[in-house]
């Protein structure tokens, strides 16, 4: 199957960068779309921004000039680097795998990691 591993999240102060990594490992060929997800406490998880495999991205209006999704293919791992973090970015960031094949078939399901915590301080 397919795992995927979230680091770089932690405790930060207002006007702070922080920079989200996430691995994905397993039977993995390619991964067409990654992306990160949030989830703040009370609130629904929204996305973040997402990223294809041709380097295509897709932001949330709101976020996008702070945040930039990046990924590097032939490690299977997708970044965050967020910049001039606000409090109100304190959530659980979450990665994603979307359409990932094994090498003759797509899996079936999409991956989720188990999430790191972000917290900025003001």
Known sequence: Q??????????????????LSCAASGNIFSITTMGWY?????KQRELVANINSDGSTNYAAS??????????????????????????????????????YAGTYYYPFDYWGQGTQVTVSS
């Open 63 to 100: 976020l996008k000039g702070r945040f930039t999704i990046s990924r590097d293919n032939a490690k299977n791992t997708v970044y965050l680097q967020m910049n001039t973090l606000k409090p109100v970015d304190t959530a659980v960031y979450y990665c994603d795998a979307e359409k990932v």
């Open 38 to 42: 949030r989830q703040a406490p009370g």
């Open 2 to 19: 397919v795992q995927l591993v979230e680091s770089g999240g932690g405790l930060v102060q207002a006007g702070g960068s922080l920079r």
